[in-house]
């Protein structure tokens, strides 16, 4: 408790000075997203919302965000221009006249060429390297992307239609980096001398656990139209200290907001904390490779996958959003979130041909009211499969004896600790034990990378709004797929004979029968190529289905996305992707 009020008071003292200081470009504004110190702020690596938003402050791309009276719209950002071929499989970018780099020199379409090659190259090993598989590959393996500089035109060429393309265009992964500048680890990326980009501000220093500071960047295209003299991007981590640096004046603007503070703060600071909307999807993963088998019994793969779901089923989930988050969430039905879009429908939660999942989270079991109509049915899951237990459905006081104990991990801010506790009291309500262990977010994305985690709090929130972002996650190749899906043990040692293989074998599709290339990553492909829109819907639809039989995601709700900013920022955009755009930020009186 004392290491905790020594940080929230001299995160108070050191922000105060410079919360919203004058500078000669403007003011400079103090902000903190939460998430603490992000794995990396090389766009190309990065697959963190917290570290996205600290790389849109130096980098943009051909598409962007403009901001008007409040309101968001895609528009060109370093395009001038774009036209798309009859066929849809040709983009021609016609760039800005004059752009530059943040270091004053030069930036040229074939800036552009370099740093999609750097970004798609396998060797790189991106998380989001699987993106670029929407454009065509030359006979070298390079990109099917053509620069002229002195036209400043650059001619993409897709493998097949894409509807989303432009969105990726306005995506992290897409912004251009100086090649020669950035190293293979990303390193590079805290060094305000190296991070050179093309966004509105500019990196002037760089601190783990503490803030990354950002000047305005008069090379900006369109600096005219930038305000802030610059942005402090402080890097906790912690919610109380984040929530007492915003009431002591030292922020302007804070997400990782405690839910249990929501009354409070409505009635302290009213219209300050905002419930803004978000396509996401707060949910459990579970690693293949573990081992839930019974003591003296082994459970094929396929059997475990019905252990996991019911894992999930155990969870009431319109009591954790009324009681727990209670930001105005939606109990989750599936793994798409409520207003994605697969091309036919713009909510596939509501369309035709979609499943749903956990119908009965929060309906009393005609068994015993005492459960949920949910809990009944994981606890007869659990029976069959042969696991021993004390007490009855009927009596109220089943008790799973032995079920394996498994490391839950998650990375700590209030509203991931209150969500977590009330998963594990659920669990072990029925006497199943997750057993927690809390990391930093850093820290804890290359544990799951590494595929060294056995179940962990996870969220996605949508790049673009199309399914195929919400599926793309679990491809085979996927650096995001941290159930491993597809994919070998990594650097989990826990696993048995019976499930060393679990990832790789032919244990998934809809007959339990096909490698997970196969079923899966086969079906993504389609999905990509497919131009009638009902049968890509169709396709959608039954990826989901392939993914929740597998039990290794359990989504608990749909997000929202809580923060706080104070009332005399104006003109600040807070997308549904969890974007938070600054470039037209005015602060008033």
Request: net charge negative; hydrophobic share 40%.
């Amino acid at each position: 408790m004392k290491k905790l009020l020594a940080l929230v008071l001299s995160l108070m003292m050191v922000l105060s000075f410079c919360a919203m200081s004058a500078s000669a470009e403007g003011e400079v504004i103090n902000v903190m997203y939460g998430g603490g110190t992000p794995e990396t702020l090389d766009p190309a690596l990065n697959s963190a919302s917290t570290g996205s938003n600290t790389i849109r402050l130096a980098f943009c791309g051909l598409m962007g965000t403009q901001v008007v009276d409040g309101v968001a719209s895609k528009a060109p950002e370093m395009a001038e221009s774009y036209e798309v071929s009859e066929d849809g499989t040709v983009y021609t970018f016609t760039l800005r006249e004059g752009l530059k780099w943040s270091d004053g020199s030069d930036f040229f379409a074939s800036d552009f060429v370099k740093s999609w090659n750097r970004a798609a190259d396998p060797e790189l090993g991106a998380d989001y390297g699987y993106l670029f598989d929407v454009i065509a590959r030359l006979d070298d393996g390079t990109l099917n992307v053509v620069a002229d500089d002195e036209a400043r035109t650059l001619v993409v060429t897709l493998t097949s239609p894409c509807a989303y393309f432009l969105e990726l265009c306005g995506f992290t992964t897409f912004y251009p980096v100086k090649v020669e500048l950035a190293d293979a680890e990303g390193a590079w990326a805290t060094d305000p001398a190296k991070y050179i980009g093309t966004g509105p501000f500019r990196m002037t220093e760089f601190k783990v656990d503490d803030v990354a500071s950002f000047e305005k960047n008069p090379y900006y295209w369109n600096a005219e139209k930038v305000s802030l003299g610059g942005i402090n991007a402080y890097l906790a981590e912690d919610s109380v200290a984040i929530l007492a640096a915003y009431e002591s004046d030292a922020v302007s603007f804070c997400e990782s907001v405690d839910p249990a503070e929501f009354e409070r703060l409505n009635s302290t600071y009213p219209g300050e904390l905002v419930m803004g909307d978000q396509l996401g999807t707060y949910y459990i993963l579970f690693n293949v490779h573990k081992d839930l088998s019974p003591e003296g019994k082994t459970l094929t793969v396929q059997e475990q996958s019905k252990v996991r779901y019911a894992l999930g089923l155990m969870i009431n989930r319109q009591d954790e959003v009324d009681y727990v988050t209670m930001g105005g969430e939606e109990a989750a039905t599936g793994f798409f979130p409520s207003g994605l879009s697969d091309g036919l429908n713009e909510n596939v939660r509501a369309a035709e041909g979609y499943d749903t999942w956990y119908t009965g989270t929060a309906t009393p079991s005609e068994e015993n009211p005492v459960y949920t109509a949910d809990m009944v049915e994981a606890i007869h899951i659990l029976m069959d499969l042969g696991y021993s237990y004390t007490g009855s459905i009927e009596g109220g006081d089943i008790k799973f004896t032995d079920v394996p104990s498994f490391e839950f991990s998650f990375n700590q801010n209030a509203t991931n600790s209150a969500i977590v506790q009330y998963v594990q009291e659920c669990w072990n309500s029925v006497g199943i034990t997750g057993v927690i262990n809390t990391e930093a977010w850093a820290t804890l994305q290359v544990k799951l990378g590494k595929g060294d985690a056995e179940a962990s709090r996870m969220g996605w929130v949508a790049d673009f709004n199309d399914c195929v972002n919400f599926l793309e996650i679990f491809i085979s190749k996927s650096g995001n797929n941290y159930p491993r899906l597809g994919q070998d043990v990594g650097e989990y040692t826990r696993y048995t004979d019976n499930t060393k293989d679990a990832g790789l074998g032919a244990y998934w599709g809809l007959n339990g029968d096909q490698t997970w290339a196969e079923c899966y990553d086969a079906l993504v492909d389609e999905i990509k190529a497919e131009t009638d829109p009902a049968a890509r819907a169709a396709k959608c639809a039954e990826a989901e289905k392939i993914l929740m039989a597998t039990g290794a995601v359990a989504p608990l709700h749909f997000y929202k996305n809580p923060y706080m900013v104070k009332p005399n920022v104006k003109n600040l955009a807070v997308l549904v992707t969890g974007d938070v755009v600054w470039n037209y930020v005015t602060i008033g009186e």
